[in-house]
C-alpha cells in the first residue's frame, strides 16, 4: 500500500480520515439497502450506528471490510480504494478488525489459537511472536487462563471477549463492531462493553453497531441514526439524545430508552 | 422482595435413589419395562438359543482343521470344514500367483506387514509423528506396494497382476480408491460450491455422471471400451483400468460427502477468516475443511467401507478378488460343497477391514470433538 505511507507522513492530525465513504449504493438483488451514504471516519473516533432492523447498518460496515460488495460510490480505507482486486481486499481487511454478533470464534481452534493463526499466517509471525502476542491481548481482554480451552467450553461474554482479542491481534487501525453484545445474556453484556470501553480509551479508531445506548452515550465522539438504508441524523451524543432534530430519530429513541 | 428474611439457601447434592442405578436397574428399564418389551426379550432369548449354540457346535467344538485334503471333512460332516481354508488360504489372501510361487511369498507378507505396520501406531493416540506416519502411509507406502509386490526393482520378478487376487486385490483396488479419491473429492466437492459458475459447472457434472452410473457398467466400460479408445496394441492393465474405475467413480461419492460437510459450516466461519484477511486457499484449508471433514467423517468413511464391498464387482471382469477366489476355490473338484466355509471366510475378512474402519471414524469423531470436549 503505497498510498497509505504517502498519506502518513504529512498529516497525522487526529481529524484526519481514515475511512472516506462517498455516495455508496447497494442493492442486495434489487432490494435498494444503502443509498447515497457520505462517511467520513476519523483517526481514533468512535462511531456509534443505531437505527431500526434492516436500516443498513450492519451491511454498511461490512461494506467497509468488503464482506458485502457494493454497486456505486467509492469506500477508502486508509489511502486504499475498494475494488476488486483480492490482494488489495485482504490487505484492507488485515488491517481492519471485526467482531460479529455471534462471535464466530474458530470452535477446531483453541482460545490461543484463534487469536494467533492471522498473525501467523497472514501477518508472517513466528508462533512464538504470535503465541506472545496472543497472550498479551487474552490478558488485555482478562481471559489468559482460557487460553487453552476451546471456545465452545467458554460463556457468550468470553467468547465475544475472545473474538476482540482475536481482531487486536491483527493490530488493526479500525474495528468494526456489529452487534456485538445482542446475542449475550444480560449478564454478559457488561463485562464486554467494559472491554470495548477499555479499547476506545486506548485510542482505537471504533465503528460500533449496537443498541446500547448507555455505551454510546459514555464512548461516541459521534452518534448516527440510519433508516431505509439512509443515514437520517448524526451528532455527538449528548445533543443526539437530548435533542433528536428528526421526528424519526425522535420516535426510534422514545423505543429502545422506554421500553 | 420486600420480606427481608427471605434468603437463597443451597441444598445440599444428594445422590440418586438406589434402585435407579446399577445392572439390575438397567435390566428393568431396558429389557422389562413394559409387557411389549418383556415378549420381545423373551422371543429374543428363545432365538438366540436356537440359533447360537448349534452354530457354534457347528464352526468350532466339531469344525474340522487337520489334514491336508477333504477325506477329514468328508468324514465328520457334523462341523466346518476349516481344513479347506487351510489349505487354500495362501490363495485367498494372496491370489494365484504368490499361492503358486511359494518362493515369492514373501513379497505380499512383507507388503501387508508394512501396511500393519505403519496403521497400528496411526490408530493409538498417543504416537508421536502421526503426521509423517500418515504421510509415509499415503506416500512412500504405494511405491513400496508397488517395488514389492508387482516387482520389476532390484531383481524382483514381475507379477502379472492378471494373476493377482484374493484379499491382496481386493486391498490394492480399495487402497488406490481411497487414497486418490479422497483428495480428488475434496477439490470436486470444493469445486461445486465455487462461485466461478465454470468451475462449478465441471464438477457438477462430473459428480452427477459417476455417480448416475453403476459401478458395474463402468468397470464394463474400463474393461471392454477403453482400449476401443487406443490404438491397438496399448495395452492398459486390466487392474489398473479397474483402479481407475473405481477412483473415478469413488471420487464422486466422497465428493458428496465432502459436500455434506461443506454446508454443515455457518457462513459466519468464513466471514470471520475473511475479515482477518486470509485468501481463499488459507481459509479453506486452516478453517473451512477442518470442520465440514470432520462433520463428514461418517459419511466419507460410509463411502469407504461401500467401496471396500464393492470391489467384489471386479470378478465380473474376470478378476479374483478375495470373494470370487472363495467361490472358485470351493468349486473346485478338491474341496466342491463346502462354499458355506468360503463365503463365511471372505465374509469375515470383509468383515475385519470394515468394522476396522468403522471404528476408527467413531474414535476419531469423538477425539475431534472438540465443541462438548471438557478438560
Known sequence: MKSRAASKLPIMTETSPIITINKLNKWFGKFHVLKDIDLNVNKTEKIVICGPSGSGKSTLIRCINRLEVHQEGSIIVDGTELTDDVKQINEIRSDVGMVFQHFNLFPHLTVLENCTLAPIWVRKKSKVEADELGMELLTKVR????????????????????????????????????????????????????????????????????????????????????????????????????????????????????? | MADSTLKFKKLPDRDPPENTIGWIAWIRDNLFSSTTNTLTTLIFVYLFYLYIPPFIEWAIINANISGTDRSVCDANKSGACWTFIKVRLEQLLFGLYFASNPEQIWRPIVAFSVFGMLIVPLVIDKTPYKKWLLLALLMLYPVLFICIVYGGVFGIPVSDTGQWGGLLLTFALSFVGIIVALPLGILLALGRRSEMPIVKMMSVTYIEFWRGTPLITILFMASVMLPLFFPS???????????????????????????????????????????????????????????????????????????????????????????????????????????????LFAGFVFWIFCYGMSSYSQKLERKLDTDRRVE
Open chain 1, 143 to 259: 481471559i489468559p487462563d482460557q487460553a487453552h480451552k476451546y471456545p465452545g467450553q467458554l460463556s457468550g461474554g468470553q467468547q465475544q471477549r475472545v473474538a476482540i482479542a482475536r481482531a487486536l491481534c491483527m493490530q488493526p487501525r479500525v474495528m468494526l463492531f456489529d452487534e456485538p453484545t445482542s446475542a449475550l445474556d444480560p449478564e454478559m453484556i457488561k463485562e464486554v462493553l467494559e472491554t470495548m470501553i477499555e479499547l476506545a480509551e486506548s485510542g482505537m479508531t471504533m465503528l460500533v453497531v449496537t443498541h446500547e445506548m448507555g455505551f454510546a452515550n459514555k464512548v461516541a465522539d459521534r452518534v448516527i441514526f440510519m433508516d431505509e438504508g439512509q443515514i437520517v441524523e448524526q451528532n455527538d451524543p449528548e445533543n443526539f439524545f437530548n435533542n433528536p432534530k428528526s421526528e424519526r430519530t425522535k420516535l426510534f429513541l422514545s423505543q429502545i430508552l422506554n421500553h
Open chain 2, 233 to 343: 496394441g496399448v495395452d492398459f492393465d486390466k487392474v489398473v483400468r479397474a483402479m481407475i474405475g473405481i477412483t473415478l467413480f469413488q471420487s464422486a461419492y466422497t465428493a458428496e460427502a465432502v459436500r455434506g460437510g461443506l454446508q454443515a459450516i455457518d457462513k459466519g466461519q468464513n466471514e470471520a477468516s475473511m475479515a482477518l484477511g486470509m485468501g481463499y486457499w488459507r481459509r479453506t484449508i486452516l478453517i473451512i475443511l477442518p470442520q465440514a471433514l470432520k462433520i463428514s467423517i461418517p459419511s466419507i468413511v460410509n463411502t469407504f467401507i461401500a467401496l471396500f464391498k464393492d470391489t467384489s464387482l471386479v470378478s465380473i471382469i474376470g478378476l479374483l478378488d478375495l470373494l470370487k477366489m472363495a467361490q472358485n476355490s470351493s468349486r473346485s473338484l478338491d474341496w466342491n460343497g463346502y462354499d458355506i466355509e468360503g463365503y
